[in-house]
């Protein structure tokens, strides 16, 4: 499974790890068991590690079901995923995958560095708090 997550208990963090080829089905799937997971916060962030991930494939055919989705996932809790591009390979297909995302309605934001997302993801707990 090139798609996989994880959450610990009192935590507003979804770790994600993307690895070998993602696809659309892939995408499909993860929204769905991430929409399904009542452990998961009201709201949260997903943290997307892409650092496995080699190539991308996607069905035109599926973008209706992602945009739907993503929609309920949104619903569900979802506020931003933060991407991890820490190296180019990594940046490249983030930023192909990008409109995507944009497209289906998920906020996102590209982290090129560790001290990139522990800001980021500091700025989502002290807007929490306010």
């Known amino acids: 499974m090139p798609v996989t997550y994880t959450h610990e208990k ?29 452990a998961l916060p009201p709201e949260f962030v997903e943290v997307v590690d892409f650092g496995g991930c080699r190539d991308v494939e996607f069905r ?31 940046r490249n297909i983030i930023e192909f995958l990008i409109p995507l995302f944009t497209s289906i309605s998920i906020t996102t934001h590209i982290c090129s560095s560790e001290s990139e997302l ?13």
């Not at 009192?10 to 997971?37: A, C, P, Q, Y």
């Not at 055919?61 to 931003?80: E, W």
């Not at 522990?118 to 306010?130: G, H, R, T």
């Open 60 to 90: 035109y055919s599926d973008f209706a079901k992602l945009q739907t989705l993503s929609l309920v996932l949104r619903d569900r809790g979802l506020q931003i995923s933060l991407f991890r591009a820490f190296s180019q390979e990594s």
């Open 10 to 38: 009192n935590s507003k963090f979804v770790f994600t790890r993307v690895d070998d080829v993602l696809t659309t089905g892939e995408i499909i799937s993860h929204f769905s068991r991430m929409i399904d997971d009542a």
């Open 118 to 130: 522990a800001d980021a993801m500091d700025a989502f707990l002290n807007a929490s708090v306010e």
